[in-house]
C-alpha cells in the first residue's frame, strides 16, 4: 500500500466501509468518559477509532466481559490473554452503566421509522404470529431511555427506514403519543444515523430525521427515494469527509484479516466520484 | 491439601458425612420440575447452558412449563419438544447463529404465549423475586411496545415524583438450572468464566436451584488462595448438584472449554433437514449423556473445544 495519498478529499483509496467507520466514529468525538458500545464489525471499529484518535477519554469492552484500557483488534487475535483490562464488565456491570446514563451505543437496528423508534424483535403485522421472528428487544428499550443512541445501517433502504412505524417498537424515540407521563424530548437523545449513502441525525423540525451529509457520489434523491418517510434536507448539504491516512492507518491496525472488506456486499469504494461503471450498485446486505 | 481434580461423588460422601449431601443425578434432580411450573435456566445464547440437564427434561414428561431466560439452544430445544407453554424472554440467539431456528419456528407459527422484556428488565424482575419484593421501580420499557404487548407490567405514579415508571414484577421461579465450573456436594458452587451472567439471580430467585458442574470437589478446595472469591450465592441457594463433566455442551463453560461451532452448526441445520425430531432421536431421545457425548464425539474432544474470540 505504497500508492501515494493525501489527506482528505485527493484521498480516493479507501472503501465505503472505510468511510463509514471514520464518519460514525465522528459520533463519539463529544462524548468525553462513556463505554463507547459499537455493536457489529463496523460500530466497533468506529467506538475503537475514535477512542485511538480524537477521544481517548472513552471506555471499550472486550465484548466479552472487560473494560480495557485501549481496544483490541478485532480480527488478527487468537486469545483474550494478556489485553489491557481495567476492570471486569460482565453483563450485569453493562447493565449499571448503562442505568448510569454513562454510555454511547451504535446499534444496527432492522427497522427505524419517521420518530426514531427501531426494531429488531419481529417482523410483520401480527405480533403473536410474527412473519419474520427476529432477535428479540434485546437491551433496546433500556439502552434508549437510558444513554444515547446512534443507528449505523449498513444498507439504506426503505425496508430499514420504514414508513409509519416500526412493527415493533423495541426502542424509544420523539414519538409524542408514546412519551412517557413527565417526559420531553429532552429526555430522549438519539444521535447520528450513518448509512451507506449519508449521515443524517434528529435535529429536523420537530426532532425530524435530517440529513447532515452525503457520501461521494450519492445524489439526495437516492436519499429520499430510499427512505419510507420524508427527510429534512437543509439549504446545504456537504459530502461527508473521507477518511485520512492516519484513520486508514490506525483502522488497519485495528483490523489487521480486513474483515471490514466483508462488512458490506462487494466492498464498494468510498470515492463513488472515482468509481467507473463496473462497480456494483450500492446495496449490500441485511445485517440482523 | 486438596487439589482440583474430580472426586467420585462417592469419595465426596464418605468425606463430609456429617453435612448433607446434595448430589443427585440429573434424573432425580429433574424429576423436581413439575408440569405447569416456571423454570429459569442459567447461562446466555451459547454461553454455559445446563445443556445436559435441559437433554434430561427433554427425555422427560414434563410439560406446560414457562420458562425464564437469557435464551439460546436451551430455549430453542424446550420449544422444538412442545415443553413450553410461556417464554419470558428478552433475546434468543446462537451468537454466531443470530437467529435461532426452533425459537423462530415457534414463534412463526404462533405456538407461543411470551412476554418479551427488555434484558435489565428481566435481571430486576429476578431480583425483585430474590429480595422477595413484588416489583422494582424503572424506566426501561417505557414509551415501547414492551409496555403494550404485556398489559400485566404496569406503569405506576411515583410517591417521589411527578413521572411514569415501570413496575417491573418479580419473576418468581419455581426451579431454576444452572451450570458451572465447580461445585461441592453441599451446594458450594464456583464459576471461573469470565461473565458469571445472571445465575447468582437465578439461583437466589428460584425454590428450587439444581446446578450441574463440570467437576465435583471437596469443601477444602475453596479454601485455597483466592478460589472462594469466584463462588458468587450461598450453598443455601443451591438445592441439587449434578456432576457432569462437559455438561454445558454444545454451549461454552469458559475457561474450561468453548461452545461447539460445529455442532451448533448441525442443529441450526437440522430445522431444514428431519426437524427437531431428527435432531432429538440421533441424539438425545434414547441416549444416555455418555452416549450423547460419544455421538458428538467424545468428552475429551468437547474438554478441548477452542475458547471464542470475540
Known amino acids: 500500500m505504497s500508492t501515494m495519498v493525501s489527506r482528505d478529499s485527493n484521498n480516493t483509496d479507501y472503501s465505503l466501509a472505510e468511510l463509514m467507520i471514520a464518519t460514525a466514529a465522528e459520533a463519539f468525538r463529544h462524548d468525553g468518559e462513556v463505554l463507547a458500545s459499537g455493536i457489529g464489525i463496523l460500530p466497533r471499529l468506529a467506538a475503537s477509532l475514535a477512542m485511538k484518535t480524537f477521544n481517548q477519554a472513552l471506555m471499550i469492552t472486550d465484548s466479552e466481559a472487560f473494560l480495557l484500557a485501549e481496544p ?138 435530517r440529513l447532515v451529509s452525503l457520501h461521494s457520489g450519492v445524489a439526495i434523491e437516492q436519499v429520499l427515494d430510499n427512505t419510507g ?44 466520484w472515482a468509481s467507473d461503471s463496473t462497480v456494483p450498485k450500492l446495496n449490500s446486505t441485511v445485517v440482523t | 491439601m486438596i487439589c482440583a481434580r474430580t472426586f467420585k461423588a462417592i469419595d465426596i460422601l464418605k468425606q463430609e458425612e456429617f453435612y448433607m449431601s446434595k448430589v443427585l443425578s440429573a434424573k ?60 419470558i424472554f428478552a433475546f434468543v440467539s446462537l451468537d454466531f447463529i443470530p437467529l435461532e431456528p426452533y425459537f423462530r419456528q415457534a414463534r412463526q407459527n404462533g405456538t407461543l404465549d411470551v412476554m ?41 405514579d411515583s410517591p417521589y415524583d411527578d413521572k411514569a415508571w415501570v413496575a417491573m414484577p418479580a419473576l418468581k421461579l419455581d426451579v431454576s438450572i ?15 468464566s469470565p461473565d458469571i451472567y445472571m445465575d447468582d439471580w437465578f439461583a437466589r430467585a428460584a425454590d428450587t436451584t439444581i446446578v450441574s458442574c463440570d467437576e465435583l470437589v471437596g469443601s477444602a478446595f475453596f479454601s485455597q488462595n483466592d478460589e472462594a472469591r469466584s463462588v458468587f450465592w450461598e450453598r443455601a441457594q443451591t438445592s441439587s448438584v449434578v456432576p457432569i463433566a462437559g455438561g454445558a455442551h454444545p454451549t461454552s463453560c469458559a475457561p474450561g472449554y468453548g461452545f461447539d461451532v460445529s455442532h451448533l452448526k448441525i442443529y ?43
Open chain 1, 72 to 209: 483490541n483488534p478485532i480480527s488478527g487475535r487468537s486469545s483474550h490473554k494478556g489485553q489491557p483490562q481495567e476492570t471486569w464488565m460482565g453483563f450485569s456491570r453493562i447493565f449499571d452503566t448503562v442505568w448510569s446514563g454513562k454510555r454511547h451505543a451504535m446499534v444496527q437496528p432492522s427497522q427505524i421509522d419517521q420518530y426514531g423508534q427501531t426494531n429488531i424483535s419481529a417482523l410483520g403485522d401480527n405480533y403473536h404470529t410474527p412473519k419474520v421472528q427476529l432477535l428479540g428487544v434485546r437491551g433496546f428499550p433500556g439502552n434508549s431511555i437510558c444513554h444515547p443512541n446512534s443507528f449505523f445501517v449498513p444498507s439504506h433502504s426503505k425496508q430499514v427506514f420504514v414508513d409509519g412505524e416500526c412493527d415493533m417498537v423495541a426502542s424509544i424515540g420523539y414519538n409524542p403519543a408514546r412519551l412517557p407521563k413527565g417526559y420531553s424530548f429532552n429526555d430522549i437523545d438519539i444521535r447520528e444515523v450513518i448509512t451507506d449513502l449519508c449521515v443524517m441525525d434528529w435535529r429536523g423540525p420537530n426532532h425530524s430525521l
Open chain 1, 229 to 272: 418517510f420524508d427527510v429534512y434536507v437543509p439549504d446545504q448539504v456537504p459530502i461527508t469527509r473521507a477518511p485520512t491516512v492516519e484513520q486508514l492507518t490506525i483502522i488497519n491496525q485495528l483490523d489487521p484479516e480486513n474483515w471490514r472488506s466483508k462488512a458490506l456486499k462487494y466492498n464498494p469504494r468510498g470515492n463513488r
Open chain 2, 28 to 87: 432425580n434432580a429433574v424429576a423436581r420440575i413439575e408440569d405447569g411450573m416456571t423454570l429459569g435456566i442459567g447461562g446466555w445464547g451459547p454461553r454455559r447452558k445446563p445443556m445436559a440437564l435441559v437433554r434430561e427434561l427433554l427425555r422427560s414428561q414434563c410439560k406446560d412449563l414457562t420458562i425464564v431466560a437469557y435464551g439460546g439452544a436451551d430455549v430453542g430445544m424446550l420449544c422444538a419438544a412442545g415443553k413450553v407453554k410461556k417464554l
Open chain 2, 116 to 156: 418479551e422484556i427488555d434484558e435489565g428488565m428481566m435481571l430486576l424482575g429476578l431480583r425483585a423475586a430474590a429480595w422477595k419484593i413484588p416489583y422494582i421501580p424503572t424506566s426501561l420499557g417505557l414509551g415501547t411496545d414492551v409496555i403494550k404487548y404485556n398489559p400485566t407490567i404496569k406503569v405506576i
Open chain 2, 178 to 192: 444452572l451450570h458451572v465450573d465447580r461445585a461441592d456436594a453441599r451446594g458450594v458452587c464456583q464459576i471461573k
Open chain 2, 268 to 310: 441450526n441445520a437440522s430445522v431444514k433437514e428431519g426437524g427437531f425430531s431428527a435432531y432429538f432421536e440421533k441424539y438425545i431421545a434414547t441416549k444416555t449423556e455418555q452416549e450423547y457425548q460419544q455421538a458428538v464425539g467424545g468428552l475429551e474432544a468437547i474438554l478441548k473445544l477452542p475458547l471464542p474470540v470475540y
